[in-house]
């Protein structure tokens, strides 16, 4: 009597094509090996917004009594392997339920796979992973991470190249070949199922020692008990911001405590405070007033409550004063307009390098034109073909 | 009628007030244009203001699990009553004024729906409220063209052929919406002769939305304004475009802009260049070649929805208001 638990981590909207056909495979393909399974969606995720983190759990058992079992719960409590089809997730996860913000490996079993879509290298990562206190199992499978929309799926054989590597990681769940029967039944693509077994012979495992990761403790808060909410269930407003950092001049909006929303951005803003016309625009257009405004009537971006979307970015009329640059490459929240105050020449010189470099490695949000998601993956192929990716 | 708040116009980006009365903490996806409305719509309307808002993504996404980003009071209403309850608001308010119960003042009720409960079930009630001159209140109506919240069900307001969760092209049928509302303002305008202000707007024009909704909220009696609310998650499109595409939908005449105030219509920013014959129309398929939920469409669709747009430009009485022409020749019969 063996159940298994698999929990896929994706950006909602972005990766819910994506995360549905991991789990649907897995379920199907462990049909094939006379098991049962099922997969579903967290209820608290739905409905899905674009960005927030969110859930899908394949769950197999050997029969169905089993399964019903396991199912009772209303999510499993812990899991076999996580996938984590996002690096950028790695930094901890806050859904927009209420959860605060989790550890990605927070239902990692002991001994388990954290298996994550990633250009980074294993070390790289285990800065952002939390500390974890027991022995578990870390793979990659290497590639940036595939988004697209609702609508439109872009299909660059990510679904199929981590069914390759869970059957690596945990050969218990399902057999390669049964992956490759149900990869070629649903997608009747050769070359889906060639992706799949080129994945499940790279794939290596890395152990992970119970003291390695990142021991940044991540941010909670008390929930209250349904007899301490207020009479019908009024909630206390959002203070009235002051100015800046408390001063006199600028303005800085006071935030709401529980929900900080920075685990959805996978690409942040840097501003280039000299160039910065003070046009007001970033400011007026961030549909999450994450920027606070300077006594010298510039915008910082604050990065707990920043998003990502990169709106910004774009109405900023100025040549690369607001840049999206990848948010994988950073592990802390900290004001840019204070390290700016503290050293001018320092932060332009790491902003002009920064931008420099990250101009070219921009993840990819979603749609822009139509023919984007072909042509990307044409691109990709042929950098695959030259050696650059497996 | 009782006295209003007396908002000035503001005149340019550098005077939009700094403070925010909606402030960050909302679940709402990267991007979110309608976010923003919220945003500018109480930034415009200042600390002394009520927010009702009906069911919808602007209630679920920002009052759920006992916390909010909204600074002034907030109350949420069922999903087809913001017209009644922006109605009951202010009579309750100017009840208890009367009464002695409040300090007397003068406060904005604003009640928000979406295109679904604005354009769809609220009608109804929105149309009653228009009707009660004694009563300051704006309804505000942010129309992102679905249900969003629950998933991208198709509304009256989404345009034709676009791609829903009730509306996924098919391999034996390519369109499956072809209903086409999209003139919520002008026909509740055109019924009530005793709102003093009807308008359209989008947030990819704040300014014009900030003062908007300041004239609305300062001529006071009932008012109405509908924003147009590019959405990243039902549309398909990067986040980053939300403000761009709310541009091009005016820019290509899609999305009309103009207020109607005491019974004069005047455009509004680009909308206007393009009425006076300044400004000549993007072609549509800017826009819709840069939404997924456009992406099934063939030569021949967008072909059509050209002429769609061409025709309420073209041939309406009132080009992008009203497709009522005038003929006093005589009786038809």
């Given at each position: 009597?063996?159940?298994?638990?698999?929990?896929?981590?994706?950006?909602?909207?972005?990766?819910?094509?994506?995360?549905?056909?991991?789990?649907?495979?897995?379920?199907?393909?462990?049909?094939?090996?006379?098991?049962?399974?099922?997969?579903?969606?967290?209820?608290?995720?739905?409905?899905?917004?674009?960005?927030?983190?969110?859930?899908?759990?394949?769950?197999?058992?050997?029969?169905?009594?089993?399964?019903?079992?396991?199912?009772?719960?209303?999510?499993?409590?812990?899991?076999?392997?996580?996938?984590?089809?996002?690096?950028?997730?790695?930094?901890?996860?806050?859904?927009?339920?209420?959860?605060?913000?989790?550890?990605?490996?927070?239902?990692?079993?002991?001994?388990?796979?954290?298996?994550?879509?990633?250009?980074?290298?294993?070390?790289?990562?285990?800065?952002?992973?939390?500390?974890?206190?027991?022995?578990?199992?870390?793979?990659?499978?290497?590639?940036?991470a595939s988004f697209s929309g609702l609508w439109v799926y872009k299909d660059d054989h990510t679904d199929v190249r981590i069914l390759g590597a869970l059957a690596r990681v945990c050969p218990g769940l399902v057999s390669m070949e049964a992956y490759e029967q149900v990869i070629q039944e649903i997608w009747s693509n050769e070359a889906k199922v060639r992706s799949a077994r080129r994945s499940y012979d790279q794939t290596r495992v890395r152990p992970v020692e119970p003291a390695e990761g990142n021991t940044s403790v991540p941010f909670s808060f008390t929930k209250p008990g349904w007899t301490q909410m207020r009479e019908a269930l009024t909630i206390v407003g959002v203070p009235q911001g002051a100015g800046f950092r408390g001063g006199q001049g600028g303005f800085q909006p006071a935030r709401s405590e529980v929900f900080k929303k920075f685990s959805t951005r996978t690409m942040r803003p840097i501003v280039n405070f000299q160039t910065c016309t003070k046009c007001t625009l970033c400011w007026l257009q961030c549909p999450d007033s994450c920027f606070d405004v300077t006594p010298d009537g510039r915008y910082d971006a604050n990065l707990e409550a920043c998003c990502g979307c990169g709106v910004c970015a774009d109405v900023c009329p100025v040549a690369d004063c607001v840049t999206m640059v990848n948010e994988a490459h950073f592990n802390d929240n900290s004001s840019q307009y204070d390290w700016f105050q503290r050293d001018k020449d320092g932060y332009l010189r790491w902003l002009t390098e920064t931008v420099a470099q990250q101009k070219g490695e921009q993840r990819s949000h979603g749609f822009h034109h139509w023919g984007q998601y072909k042509e990307e993956i044409a691109a990709a192929a042929a950098a695959s073909e030259a050696g650059h990716d497996n | 009628m009782t006295t209003t708040q007396k908002l000035p116009a503001i005149r340019g980006v550098h005077n939009a007030p700094l403070e925010e009365f909606y402030t960050s903490g909302h679940r709402t996806c990267q991007g979110c244009e309608s976010a923003l409305v919220m945003k500018l719509m109480i930034k415009a309307a200042g600390p002394r203001t009520v927010v009702l808002g009906s069911t919808g993504c602007m209630y679920v996404a920002n009052t759920t699990y006992y916390s909010t980003p909204w600074v002034v009071p907030w109350m949420h209403t069922q999903l087809g009553s913001s017209g009644s309850a922006a109605t009951g608001a202010a009579a309750g308010l100017k009840a208890l004024m009367k009464k002695g119960k409040m300090k007397e003042e003068p406060i904005n009720v604003i009640s928000f729906c979406g295109d679904g409960g604005g354009a769809d079930m609220g009608l109804s009630a929105i149309s009653a409220s228009l009707t009660h001159p004694e009563y300051n209140h704006l309804v505000l109506m942010y129309d992102n063209e679905s249900y969003a919240n629950t998933d991208i069900q198709v509304s009256g307001s989404s345009p034709w052929g676009a791609h829903t969760s009730f509306s996924p092209p098919g391999k034996a049928r390519r369109i499956m919406h072809d209903r086409w509302k999209k003139n919520t303002a002008a026909m509740l305008a055109h019924g009530h002769p005793k709102s003093r202000y009807i308008a359209t707007g989008c947030a990819s024009y704040a300014v014009d939305l900030l003062n908007k909704v300041r004239r609305a909220l300062t001529l006071g009696g009932p008012t109405f304004i509908h924003s147009f609310d590019p959405c990243p998650k039902g549309w398909d499109y990067d986040p980053r475009y939300s403000h761009e595409l709310g541009m091009l939908a005016v820019e290509t005449g899609l999305w009309v802009q103009w207020e109607i105030e005491d019974g004069v219509l005047r455009y509004s920013g680009p909308s206007r260049m393009i009425a006076i014959g300044r400004r000549k129309r993007k072609p549509i398929v800017e826009y819709l070649k840069r939404q997924g939920r456009f992406a099934h469409f063939t030569e021949e669709d967008i072909a059509y929805f050209q002429s769609q747009v061409d025709e309420i430009w073209e041939k309406w009485g009132t080009p992008g208001v009203s497709s009522v022409k005038l003929d006093l020749k005589g009786d038809r019969a």
């Open positions: 009597m063996t159940t298994y638990a698999v929990e896929v981590v994706y950006r909602g909207i972005f990766q819910r094509t994506l995360s549905r056909n991991i789990c649907r495979g897995i379920v199907l393909a462990a049909h094939k090996g006379g098991k049962i399974g099922t997969a579903f969606g967290r209820y608290g995720d739905s409905p899905e917004r674009n960005g927030i983190p969110a859930k899908y759990f394949a769950v197999v058992a050997d029969d169905q009594l089993e399964l019903e079992e396991s199912l009772a719960k209303y999510e499993p409590k812990e899991v076999d392997v996580t996938i984590c089809v996002d690096d950028t997730l790695c930094k901890g996860v806050e859904s927009w339920a209420w959860y605060g913000l989790q550890p990605i490996n927070a239902l990692t079993k002991e001994g388990g796979a954290l298996l994550v879509t990633s250009k980074q290298a294993a070390d790289a990562l285990l800065e952002d992973i939390h500390r974890k206190g027991m022995p578990y199992r870390l793979a990659i499978v290497s590639g940036p | -």
